[in-house]
């Protein structure tokens, strides 16, 4: 059973930045996608990013285009952890972030890190 687990979470100036991190256990998911997706209060949830399987080193990864070009997504095998990197954060930005990952006839998430962006 994979478990996932988020952190670095916090509270942000706008502007600053977070790095968020995204730890499983219980198996490698280097043969999957795994994606960040974040819920604001009220709003839905939604995918923030999405990278590829780590056999995939040059496989596609997709930003919501709320975020392109403040936030970057990686992966590091051997720790078997995904990052999402978060710069130039905006209020808007803030909500409880979410890691999921999605296996035939499984998807897992995380219980979240909340990300604050105030002043």
């Known amino acids: 059973q994979v478990q996932l687990v988020e952190s670095g979470g916090g509270l942000v100036q706008p502007g600053g930045s977070l790095r968020l991190s995204c730890t499983a256990s219980?198996?490698?998911?280097?043969?999957?996608?795994i994606a960040w997706f974040r819920q604001a209060p009220g709003k839905e949830r939604e995918e923030v990013s999405c990278?590829?399987?780590?056999?995939?080193?040059?496989?596609?990864?997709h930003y919501a285009d709320s975020v392109k070009g403040r936030f970057t997504i990686t992966r590091d095998s051997e720790k078997n952890t995904v990052y999402l990197q978060m710069s130039n954060l905006k209020p808007e930005d803030t909500a409880v972030y979410y890691c999921n990952l999605l296996v035939p006839g499984s998807e897992y998430w995380g219980p979240g890190t909340q990300v604050t962006v105030s002043s």
């Open positions: 219980g198996g490698s998911t280097d043969n999957y996608a």
């Open positions: 990278i590829s399987s780590a056999s995939r080193r040059d496989g596609p990864i």
